[in-house]
């Protein structure tokens, strides 16, 4: 890793922006430390399940089982990418002129059946990583929900984590990432601002935009088919975020605590902030509101939960279901059919976080960062300019790719369902099969 004036040990980046190639040599195992990022792991796996329940709730009962088998999906076939060359991808040295990355050790993981980093397992990192990999495509869904076949989304996936999530990545997490070395500290992410919720924001936007709305959509109402279902995904999603959030800082020490605090912070007060919105306006607060609340709070953090204090946490939450909501409006005089509202909560609410956590850094963070700045100042607009500069480089490669991938999808094995299909619905047309064994209503 290339000098740049001091350490990063120093600047406390690989706690801040954890997600790097780990070191080289093997070392003793650290049984504390390794528990917890076992315990992240399974976190972070538990949010698919429960990503498929607040999803799987919020459509028709004709589409329960193809909304959920979207994100269970992800578990069968990113799973396997990414052993096979999505960590290779990722952490391996750039290619392509930094693209991507490549590592020959990574291919199958054949290289670190022995190896033990900075006191943990790599096989307990590649894992952690891998369920992010994971749950990214997953969160797409949202948008294409209801109107896709199976295949086209299946195929649609694995190119979309080919390329974009794996040169992403790269760029943003691993130690040569021309992003990771942008500036005095490189973009802020912890645990993916950037590389998870905008990006499959931006590509779940334009696959909205791609495919058209669903039809009947927005004249024909189109009630969820279970919030009972919803909020409990929502509560999974809540509690797996501290795994997300707290685990990558790939430790058990301080700065885990401050990253799962704020995490917690911040989810409550976007619930509270969304809950108080509804009853301003509508005069009665929402379930599905309440959960939205949750979502928002939590996507704004991801981010940012290891550079702010709980007053920022704070702060961000409310402003996050502030700004969502308003994109959740705006969806509706706009027109486009972003079902589950992937770009609404996801882009947005952490695109928000990328950008306003730089107002919100404690101030012993910045005063490292000065000290390795070649001026040897650095304040909030500084690593604003740095953010900015992440935030375009991810909207530009989403959005292109996403673009490009749908159209060979759409020409292959086919995208967008036909008109018979998409009403009978997709759990009976393409499974098979019927959630709750009725006749959709």
Not at 378 to 400: E, H, K, N, R
Request: net charge neutral.
């Amino acid at each position: 890793m290339k000098s740049r004036g001091v350490s990063l040990a120093m600047l406390g980046l690989t706690l801040l922006l954890p997600h790097l190639v780990y070191g080289a040599e093997s070392c003793p195992v650290d049984s504390g430390t390794t528990a917890w990022m076992l315990t992240s792991t399974a976190l972070v796996l538990l949010m698919i399940p429960g990503l498929a329940m607040f999803y799987g709730g919020l459509v028709r009962s004709k589409n329960v089982l193809g909304t959920m088998m979207h994100s269970y999906v992800s578990m069968a076939i990113i799973g396997v990418l990414w052993v096979v060359c999505g960590y290779s991808l990722t952490f391996g040295q750039g290619i392509m002129g930094g693209f991507v990355g490549w590592n020959s050790d990574y291919f199958l993981l054949q290289g670190i059946d022995d190896v033990v980093k900075d006191g943990v397992p790599e096989y307990v990192l590649a894992m952690f990583q891998g369920k992010f990999a994971i749950i990214t495509p997953a969160l797409i869904s949202g948008a294409l929900a209801e109107r896709v076949f199976f295949k086209g989304y299946c195929l649609f996936i694995v190119l979309w984590f080919l390329a974009v999530y794996c040169p992403l990545c790269h760029w943003i997490w691993a130690p040569d990432g021309w992003l990771f070395n942008i500036g005095a500290a490189g973009v802020i992410d912890l645990a993916g601002g950037l590389v998870i919720h905008v990006s499959a924001g931006i590509s779940a936007l334009v696959v909205a935009i791609y495919l058209g709305a669903r039809r009947g959509y927005p004249k024909r109402l189109m009630q969820p088919n279970n919030l009972v279902m919803t909020m409990m995904g929502a509560g999974l999603l809540w509690v797996g975020w501290f795994g997300f959030n707290a685990g990558s800082t790939l430790q058990s020490g301080l700065d885990t605590a401050r990253a799962l605090t704020m995490t917690q912070v911040s989810a409550s007060s976007g619930a509270l902030t969304w809950m108080l919105i509804e009853a301003f306006f509508h005069r009665k607060s929402t379930a599905l509101g309440f959960a939205s609340g949750i979502l928002a709070g939590l996507v704004v953090i991801t981010p940012a939960a290891g550079v702010v204090q709980p007053l920022g946490a704070i702060i961000l939450g409310a402003l996050s279901s502030i700004v969502c909501y308003s994109a959740l409006i705006a969806k509706t005089k706009l027109g486009y059919d972003d079902s589950l509202d992937c770009f609404g909560i996801h882009g947005v609410g952490s695109g928000l976080g990328v950008l306003l956590l730089s107002f919100f850094i404690r101030k012993s963070w910045m005063t490292d960062a000065a000290v390795s700045s070649s001026s040897g100042t650095w304040t909030s607009m500084d690593q604003l300019q740095i953010q900015l500069i992440g935030m375009g480089a991810t909207i530009g490669l989403a959005a292109v790719a996403t673009i490009v991938i749908c159209f060979i999808v759409e020409k292959t094995v086919g995208f967008r369902l036909d008109e018979e299909r998409e009403l009978s619905g997709m759990d009976f047309s393409l499974h098979g099969e019927r959630a709750y064994g009725l006749t959709d209503r």
